[in-house]
């Protein structure tokens, strides 16, 4: 009998089916096989289970014992020189590459590459410089905490019950731990926030200066209020009021308010408060019963007649109800729950006009008829100055800071009433999770004790935790509107400071006026004062007094008009432009320009004003302002005290320090920034460089008057205060310009230390370096020199001429020091103020 197909079918691997031809296929190909039956096989019954036998515990494997010490370290060096004299490596050598074990695809030959991959590559400056990136975490190698001696030190100085950087991380989220940690480091190490954002960029994350500033800011608020808590802790245990408890609430505090919520009932002169008085009658461990072990406390017998507070049950309740009341109110728990709650509660802020203000609007109507304005119709100005706020809603996450300043100043004048509106949902969800979570007793407690317990929290909030609130949110726009207008400050005196300067060419400065005269004062390209007159432009002889200013633009090739935009600004420009119009100083190409002059006038007669032009009448010394503000803006607006530029809003609503020290610092930045020629620059612009002040400023006015110009950067160590830490943080802001310096000058040796001091003198070459005229910092000269070396002899022989820098020039010689001074000083170009 002969076999089917089907029957000899065998299971085997699918084979590639063989592409069909175009030929005619065979009839029999086409028809399609019966599928072949399949039948289910009959399930067999399961066993039942077994019960599992318990398993018995194993017995521990008995632990080696320790070797000593010794014997572990001989036993390592054995396996060492084993391990290496077997000719094991992760670096395979040429001999071991043809072995099998390190072929092509063994992972062990892909690690080998890259290891020498690694190793081969070397120091390049081609590479881009890396972008600025937000990080998550700790980056690789950056510390996560302070070193041990700077973590004492601050946990010492601060004592408190929060840690600070933590405290940090949490205000500013966008950045990383290791970066708060490294500020607070560089911080404490008295480095200057230029400083920290040009040469130690790598450990900030590249921040820029105004967010460094800001951290500052919180820090140096968050060590200010550990100072003032350890003072109020001192002036209560000296008191004797201080507890355990209430140091702890003192410790935890996080900001002034809290402080100030805390500590207000202890102050001296303070009235007497409910929760102190009924403390004094000892109601306090009734209180402490109530929450513990409520079915103790019998409060008939506190009773006793003929004590007032004391007289009756009703005001024994009331006592315990005010110290439950205070306790609530000054839990840090309570306090964070009730502020979540406002978070997610929508807030407002109302302002209405005042009482007072109506009343005056009523009486200025009565004197209408009175045609001579009184102080009392000025003052009734001020108030429709407010009319946008007579009946202002906001939500308090949603006002602007101007707003907030405006609703400030309303209220200071006692023209608009303020009141911040909490949701009503906030007070009932506050006292059900007190009395079913945060303060409820311990144990089973009567209804009449579970009421003092449910009254005491409405007081509470009522009394003491609302007001608060209000405090707290009126404190907090406050403050983030005063920042936001130093931040307008900030950013309208930086602009105003980097505004690009005109050099190079005669400038007339003219400061209008109506009947005193315009002032006129023609500068050198140096900003030298030629010449000072005054000008009567809008009065009847014109034309006598644009003979006069023609020939004086012609004696001294002056070719740039300067005018204040004070009184007369317009006038005197349509002056100047028919002038010009009409081609009257032919054959100079005569334009003018006009730039702020707020500031001159005080200026003018300023001691520093005085100092520099003595002999100078006050109103020509503000035409002399006006016209060096275009020529060099930054080493004139420095003279002037920031506030009277003119560049913000509000400025006597803000805090008038921390104004001052914002303006300070980004003047310091801007000067920075820039950087100094430190042999032409002024002792007043001097004085704002990262790490100077006004003292050694002086000092290196002295020492340039009496040695001559600075050679190099390196002379510096010779002026008197200049430490290292000083050194460092202001030589790379400091430029010495070949023009400016003679180089082969006097170099006085510095005197050596007294005996014991294990000091020597300090060997200051005496050659110009041309690196100290760039912003290189002279801690990274080196590397400058190392790259110019690169670049020197890495390119192509024929274009050594034409692309080469006189600096690279001068840092490809043997040391790095083979500096050619004259050639590069043929091709500098800039460099500082």
Known sequence: ?????????????????????????????????????????????????????????????????????????????????????????????????????????????GFRAKKEEVEEEDFTFDEPCPKKQKTSGACLGQPSALPSSQAQDLRNELDMNWDLIEVLWVCWCVLCRWVCVNIISLLREENTVPFMVRYRKEMINHMDADAVRDVQLVYEELRSLAKKTQSVIQTLRKDGVLTAELEQNLRSCRSADEL????????????????RRAKALGLEVAASTLLDTPHTLDLRAWVKPGTEGLSSVEEVATGVEHILADMIAKDPETLTYVKTLCENSFVTIQSSVSKSALKEREQE???????????????????????????????????????????????????????????????????????????????????????????AVEDSYKRLILPFLTRSYRTKLTSAAEKESIAMFVRNLRQRLLVCPVRGCVIMGVDPGFRHGCKVAILSPTSQILHTDVVYLHSSGQQREADKLCNLMIKYSCTRVVIGNGTACRETESFFTDLISRRYCHPLDVSYCITNEAGASIYSVSPEAVKEMPDLDPNLRSAVSIGRRVQDPMAELVKIDPKHIGIGTYQHDVSAGSLKAALDGVVQECVSFVGVDINICSETLMRHVAGLNAGRAKNIAEWRELNGPFINREQLKLVKGMGPKTYQQCAGFIRINPQTSQAGGFVPEKPAAKKGKGKTGVNIPTSFNPLDQTCIHPESYHVAQRYSKHQYTNTKPHTLVHQHTPLAKACSGKDGVDFDTVSYGDSYSGGGL
Request: contains cysteine; hydrophobic residues 30%.
């Open 365 to 455: 109507k009565s004197l209408q008829g009175n045609k001579k304005p009184g102080p009392q119709q000025n003052k009734n100005k001020d108030i429709d100055k407010f009319h946008l706020y007579f009946d202002f809603t906001c939500n308090i996450q949603r006002i602007q800071s101007h707003q907030t300043l405006a609703i400030n100043r309303g209220e200071s004048l006692k023209i608009l009433t303020v009141k911040v509106n909490i949701p009503d949902r906030v007070k009932s969800d506050f006292t059900r999770w007190c009395i079913n979570n945060r303060w409820r007793p311990r144990t089973l407690a009567r209804e009449e004790l579970c009421a003092i317990i449910r009254n």
């Open 1 to 109: 009998m002969e076999s089917s197909d089907d029957d000899n079918e065998e299971w085997s691997p699918a084979q590639p089916k063989p592409k069909a031809s175009k030929t005619a296929r065979d009839p029999a190909a086409g028809e399609k096989k019966a599928p072949a039956k399949r039948t289910a096989k009959p399930k067999e019954p399961k066993a039942p289970k077994q019960p599992k036998a318990p398993k018995v515990p194993k017995e521990p494997k008995p632990r080696a014992p320790r070797k000593p010490a010794a014997q572990r370290k001989t036993l390592a060096a054995k396996v060492l020189k084993d391990s290496s004299s077997s000719g094991v490596s992760f670096i395979v050598s040429e001999a071991h590459q043809a072995d099998g074990w390190a072929g092509e695809g063994s992972s062990l030959a």
């Open 260 to 275: 100030d919520h805390v500590y207000s009932p202890y102050k001296k002169g303070s009235k007497l408060t409910k929760a």
